[in-house]
């Protein structure tokens, strides 16, 4: 059987570290029962001697929570280790995170402590918490940055007491992924009783490598637990993240072959509920958990997705709570992606030349709009200059001036049978001079019984559609324009509502 990588969460207190993204009690409490159903090994809940608030926090999590094991962190001392190991009374099953730093900067400068003073705090906090707790976890703070034979010294007293994890953090991001996995295992090698312990790994993302530390750390060093955060949130440029590192030890499971007791479905959930508990907006091409993680919006990788997933895929999207993979569409898409979105709209055009006509409508359009949905795809459906059918009138351009105090003013070219004609008016607004500008050549005499405007989808950045019906000797007309501008939209509006009353007129001639 392979081994099993431990996945500890730190989201409620590194994560809490980072400016900004303090958490109630109850918001901490959500989180914690999404970190459950994410089946998170070890839920470090906070820092139970911070404040009242911290320890109500993690109390009320280690009373609620039954299938992780929760932790609580405390300063090398009686005083932090007695109010964590309160909080933790409850817990299913609980664990006490002892840190003290070990380097030789923190000691001489924060701490004021020399090395002796600091090995024998180590030994006697683990001592103590032993006693109250059995899960011990001691971290050396400032580890990487610490002298590794002082550290095995510190390391090899704190195991011989009972610390059963060692966790060797980079709490300044410092370290590259060869030297810090080298790190580890040298440790593990050179410290007698190693084995008495799960070694673990603490990255900060400094240098944007917490992933690949932790990594390396795991498979070069031999650590079997991971500490990182859902989004990657935590102190200054945050920790390891906890999608990334998961998702990578599942995908390239060929290459760590471990095992982990993480259900990645619930992923994507736990990622939004951290991000919108905190403010902290996850970037769109966040490696798994961002909203273009399985989008793809070229041509030629689109054409890929669709014959076979893996061709541009290496996870599914379905397998970290994504519903499925996207395919977005916009300018730089094939023919290909635009068929089977119209194939899943329900549209089905009557032949190639009409799919290549919208197609060609399309691509204008989306040379003019960042994103095309699924509404501006049906509205180009729906637009009659789609259709093939020969028409009187075809809209080509349009300019249009207003400025307050100033009466709107419009220039339009259009086709009239193919040959382009201009036309020109002023008008009530930018709207009205626009049509009054067609009016002026084509002198339909039809009367508008109804204008409506409408954004096709939700964002100042969608098409508008514009319905125009128009009225003419008894018969009466709809024309439905779309461009992501209204006053285009209504142009091509008034000119497809005049093209069908020309083909009744047409039609009823033919019927003679
Ligand atoms: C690398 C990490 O992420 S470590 C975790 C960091 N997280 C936090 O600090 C968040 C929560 N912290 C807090 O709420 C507060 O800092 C508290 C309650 C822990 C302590 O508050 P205060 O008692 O006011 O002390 P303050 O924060 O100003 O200074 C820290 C003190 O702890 C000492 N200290 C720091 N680390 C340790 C340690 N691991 N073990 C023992 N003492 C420590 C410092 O030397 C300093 O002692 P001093 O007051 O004698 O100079
Ligand atoms: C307390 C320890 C593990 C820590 O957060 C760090 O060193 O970054």
Redesign the pocket.
Known sequence: MADKLIIFDTTLR?GE?SPGASMTKDEKLRIARQLERLKVDVIEAG?A???NGDFEAVQAIANAIRESTICS?A???DRDISRAAQALADAASARIHI???TSALHMEK??RMTPEQVLEQSRQSVRFARNLVGDIEFSP?DGYRSDPDFLCRVLEAVIAEGATTINVPD?VGYAVPELYGNFIKTLRERIPNSDQAIWSVHCHNDLGMAVANSLAGVQIGGARQVECTINGLG?RAGNCSLEEVVMAVKTRRDYFGLDLGIDTRHIVAASRMVSQTTGFVVQPNKAVVGANAFAHASGIHQDGVLKARDTYEIMRAEDVGWSTNKIVLGKLSGRNAFKQRLQELGVSLDSETEVNAAFTRFKELADRKSEIFDEDILALISDESVSCEKEQYGFVSLFQQSETGEQPRARIVFTVHGREVRGEARGNGPVDASLKAIEAHVRSGAEMVLYSVSAISGSTESQGEVTVRLQNSGRVVNGVGSDPDIVVASAKAYLSALNKLQSKVDRVAAQG
């Open positions: 590194d570290q820092f001697v911070s404040s962190l300063r090398a001392n840190f003290i730093a924060k701490l703070e709490t102190e």
